[in-house]
């Protein structure tokens, strides 16, 4: 298991993006150096945890709880096959393209070594926007993102600060004694919604976005049997 491939983003004017700046960071190329991750503050004022990202869009992105992406390049793959064309690593707006790690089947707390130095923790899946689906520019793509069994690519919060590259191995160092994995998470707070209340065993680790829609549909609906 190691990373393929650290991506970062530098702002840029768009016309799809739903930032009120109409800037995007989304457009993530690879970068070959050492790249610095640590935590970049709390949600709503937070960006990257990558040093030399770019994140335009504070309501849904950055922060600590969402500071770094990644999505599998296995998935990325299924992706090329679906949609007949070449993916570049990064292509999805991903900090990581990782190879050999089971990104989607990680459970939401699980701790990842990334080279000598980083940890980070899983906190959720990734939630389609339109600035996703402009980036793409694939009809449908919000719908078919969401609704696709390659799943969602991760979300993960910086636990040690330190710096990574291309070819680090990844170890997972910890998993919580719990079945959510972000692939169940993203189906309940999208496809699925009443697998929600099911989702709360892993609040403590939940990205706080996902943990708010969890805790809003347990209290308008219940918590099911």
Not at 194 to 215: D, I, K, Q
């Amino acid at each position: 298991m190691k990373l393929l491939s650290v991506n970062v983003g530098r702002a840029r004017a768009v016309d799809y993006t739903e930032s009120p700046s109409g800037l995007t960071g989304i457009d993530k190329r690879p970068v070959d150096g050492p790249v610095r991750v640590a935590p970049p503050g709390p949600r709503g004022v937070g960006t990257s945890g990558l040093a030399g990202d770019t994140v335009c869009d504070l309501r849904f992105h950055g922060g600590d709880d969402r500071a770094v992406s990644a999505f599998a390049r296995e998935d990325m793959d299924l992706w090329e096959r679906e949609l007949g064309r070449p993916l570049a690593n990064g292509a999805f707006g991903e900090n990581l393209t990782t190879l050999g790690l089971d990104v989607n089947g990680a459970l939401i707390g699980e701790r990842w070594r990334v080279g000598r130095e980083v940890v980070l923790e899983v906190t959720g899946g990734r939630i389609p926007c339109r600035t996703f689906a402009g980036f793409v520019r694939e009809k449908g793509w919000v719908r078919r993102f969401t609704a696709s069994t390659a799943g969602p690519g991760a979300l993960l919060r910086v636990i040690e600060p330190g710096e990574f590259t291309v070819g680090d191995p990844v170890e997972v160092v910890h998993r919580p004694a719990h079945d959510i994995t972000v692939s169940l998470l993203h189906r309940a707070a999208t496809t699925e919604r009443a697998l929600l209340p099911s989702t709360l065993v892993a609040a403590e680790w939940m990205e706080s976005g996902l943990l708010e829609t969890a805790r809003t549909y347990v209290e308008k609906y219940g918590s099911g049997s």
